[in-house]
């Protein structure tokens, strides 16, 4: 082959590679674009249905309101007893996920060998791969048999069962991702620590957690995140029942499970009962918004730099 054939055939694939280097960030930007417009998409029609919603009942009333009955002439629409059930549900589920995955990061991270952490996480993060319906019926069909010998007074469908096992689901997102924060942690600054003296738990507690501190009050937040969203297994295990009640052992209802509810029932589209489904997840939207934000919050803040 001559030289000018060659020179020819290099800057023949020098143009495609140029145009296909040209078209790549308008692809990328495109992907970018729809994720955008996704979002927009769902805000849209979220705050429609919702001011929809807001037209026919006061928002005062429904946000101040103890009473949900959703059903019949004179319906009341109090959202108060699904926010109680939601966020009653997240402090049982968080009271049980943050201990537990907080002391498993730490012996992953400052005890556990390498073969174990090898064994151990990956085992650790099957929980996370459960789908959440076998989790539902593990706190309908077990866990709440289980707290019923000890808990004469427990209902068959109460917010503690739910809640306990969500905080099960929830360990693996708490230990993994505080894991990674305190292995992030330079291994001089654990190593300047022992050399004055400091037992390894003071370097674990004194050292590493403050430094870490930003990954793992992010992964507790994100938990709780994952927490006010989650929808099986309360649906399956914390009943219908719209009680405005801090009392653990009764049926409550979530904003998720109401919001199942609707839209597995009858509720004719334009009527208030569906506008009604619109305005909780508006609302569930803006407390899942609002914990994502405090968690990039605290990340920025508290990030330390090594």
């Given at each position: 082959m001559k030289i000018r054939d060659l020179i020819d055939e290099k800057k023949k694939t020098k143009s495609i590679g140029n145009?296909?280097?040209?078209?790549?960030?308008?692809?990328?930007?495109?992907i970018a674009v729809?994720?955008?417009?996704?979002?927009?998409?769902?805000?849209?029609?979220?705050?429609t249905e919702t001011v929809l919603f807001f037209q026919e009942v006061p928002i005062i009333s429904f946000f101040t309101g103890t009473e949900l009955k959703p059903l019949g002439e004179?319906?009341?629409?109090?959202?108060?007893?699904?926010?109680?059930?939601?966020?009653?549900?997240?402090?049982?589920?968080?009271?049980?996920?943050?201990?537990?995955?907080?002391?498993?990061?730490?012996?992953?991270?400052?005890?556990?060998?390498?073969k174990a952490r090898k064994i151990l996480k990956p085992i650790l993060e099957i929980l996370a791969g459960i789908p959440t319906i076998v989790y539902g019926f593990f706190a309908f069909t077990f866990v709440t048999p289980l707290l019923r010998s000890f808990i004469p007074g427990l209902e068959p469908t109460n917010i503690l069962s739910p809640g306990i096992v969500m905080g099960?689901?929830?360990?693996?997102?708490?230990?993994?991702?505080?894991?990674?924060?305190?292995?992030s942690v330079p291994n001089a600054m654990r190593e300047g620590a022992l050399a004055l003296g400091s037992t390894k738990l003071e370097v674990t507690w004194k050292v590493v957690l403050p430094a870490a501190i930003s990954g793992i009050i992010a992964s507790f937040v994100l938990g709780i995140s994952r927490a006010i969203g989650e929808t099986m297994i309360v649906t399956i295990a914390s009943g219908s029942s719209k009680n405005f009640t801090f009392d653990v052992t009764q049926?409550?209802?979530?904003?998720?499970?109401?919001?199942?509810?609707?839209?597995?029932?009858?509720?004719?589209?334009?009527?208030t009962l569906y506008h009604s489904l619109y305005a909780v997840a508006f609302t569930l939207f803006v407390f899942t918004l609002i914990m994502n934000?405090?968690?990039q919050y605290i990340s920025r803040k508290y990030r330390e730099e090594y």
């Open positions: 145009s296909v280097e040209k078209l790549i960030p308008g692809i990328l930007l495109g729809i994720s955008i417009l996704t979002t927009v998409g769902i805000l849209l029609t979220l705050i004179h319906a009341v629409f109090g959202v108060l007893p699904l926010l109680t059930g939601t966020l009653i549900s997240t402090l049982i589920a968080m009271l049980v996920a943050i201990p537990i995955g907080l002391m498993t990061a730490i012996y992953l991270s400052e005890y556990a060998s390498e099960i689901m929830i360990i693996p997102m708490v230990a993994s991702l505080s894991e990674d924060a305190m292995s049926s409550m209802q979530t904003m998720t499970a109401y919001i199942v509810e609707v839209t597995g029932g009858e509720a004719a589209a334009g009527t934000m405090i968690a």
